[in-house]
Antibody
Framework: EVQLVESGGGLIQPGGSLRLSCAAS????????MSWVRQAPGKGLEWVSV???????YYADSVKGRFTISRDNSKNTLYLQMNSLRAEDTAVYYC?????????????WGQGTLVTVSS | SYVLTQPPSVSVAPGKTARITCGGN??????VHWYQQKPGQAPVLVIY???DRPSGIPERFSGSNSGNTATLTISRVEAGDEADYYC??????????FGGGTKLTVL
């Protein structure tokens, strides 16, 4: 059974940093396209970042230069390093897998981890 | 940037058919995926590649995509279908794009 479990969320002050983790089981992170998708309170889904199986990474303009996506193949875990956090980054952050095609669907999702940026 | 437009809300009586649209420039040339999200839960894929259903999704869920509009159709709507629905595509210039979401209310 495929399972994605996020962790690392919490309350952080503006300008601070946080690292989210997404531990996978039942499949191999490095063989899939893995994304972070966020949802601000009461709002819709917003794609944040993707890492392709080949290692290429891409970011939404809203987080480019502040967030870094990475993975640890030995731990089968996806990460999102978030720096210079702003109030507008407050959201539930989901990791999601996309198989092997950029045009493919997000077939598995984690349960999400809440990040609150506030003083 | 590529934009997907969904109606904010759709209401339907139980047993009737709900249609949720997703508008985008020449969306018919793209692969559209649909997700269902219930309160406090992660999204769940209900339709992929325009019209395919993942295992475990009822046949009542179907999809189509042509021209500038993709449509998610839910037949014989049940109370348990009440949720937010999001369409999603990949665009070479905008990467992964989600629609704004549609709240389906079962009357």
């Amino acid at each position: 059974e495929v399972q994605l479990v996020e962790s690392g969320g919490g309350l952080i002050q503006p300008g601070g940093s946080l690292r989210l983790s997404c531990a996978a089981s039942g499949f191999t992170v490095s063989s899939n396209y893995m994304s972070w998708v966020r949802q601000a309170p009461g709002k819709g889904l917003e794609w944040v970042s993707v890492i392709y199986s080949g290692g290429s990474t891409y970011y939404a303009d809203s987080v480019k230069g502040r967030f870094t996506i990475s993975r640890d193949n030995s731990k089968n875990t996806l990460y999102l390093q978030m720096n210079s956090l702003r109030a507008e980054d407050t959201a539930v952050y989901y990791c999601a897998s996309q198989g092997g095609a950029s045009s493919g669907p997000y077939d598995y999702w984690g349960q999400g981890t809440l990040v609150t940026v506030s003083s | 940037s590529y934009v997907l437009t969904q109606p904010p809300s759709v209401s339907v009586a139980p047993g009737k058919t709900a249609r949720i649209t997703c508008g985008g420039n020449n969306i018919g040339s793209k692969s559209v995926h649909w997700y269902q999200q219930k309160p406090g839960q992660a999204p769940v894929l209900v339709i992929y590649y325009d019209s395919d259903r993942p295992s475990g999704i009822p046949e009542r869920f179907s999809g189509s995509n042509s021209g500038n509009t993709a449509t998610l159709t839910i037949s014989r709507v049940e109370a348990g279908d009440e949720a937010d629905y999001y369409c999603q595509v990949w665009d070479s210039s905008s990467d992964h794009v989600f629609g704004g979401g549609t709240k389906l209310t079962v009357l």
